[in-house]
């Protein structure tokens, strides 16, 4: 069943304007046509649409992950270990 621009909004909200959704029914039908696959055609559109470059050619910033960052060091809890036992104050 071809897929008209109307059905985009239904599978992604990210194609929200008239071009992206003519955009989306052309992947989708398209990749339909060469699989026959329903299910891989709305994904594969969904993820071009998703993944569309900005205006400078860069694909859109990820957001933010939760917790630190990769570059920050861990904190340390509690004292180094010394040969197995800690001796003194800390």
């Known amino acids: 069943m071809p897929w008209t621009a109307k059905d985009a909004y239904s599978h992604t909200k990210k194609a929200n304007t008239p071009a992206l959704q003519a955009q989306w029914s052309t992947i989708a039908n398209s990749h339909l046509d060469k699989t026959g ?13 998703a993944n569309k470059p900005t205006k400078s050619g860069r694909p859109p910033p990820k957001p933010p992950t939760k ?22 104050k800390y």
């Open 37 to 49: 696959d329903e299910a891989a055609a709305i994904r594969i559109a969904n993820d071009a649409i």
């Open 67 to 88: 917790g630190m960052a990769s570059s920050q060091p861990l904190p340390m809890s509690g004292p180094p270990a010394m040969g197995g036992q800690v001796k003194g």
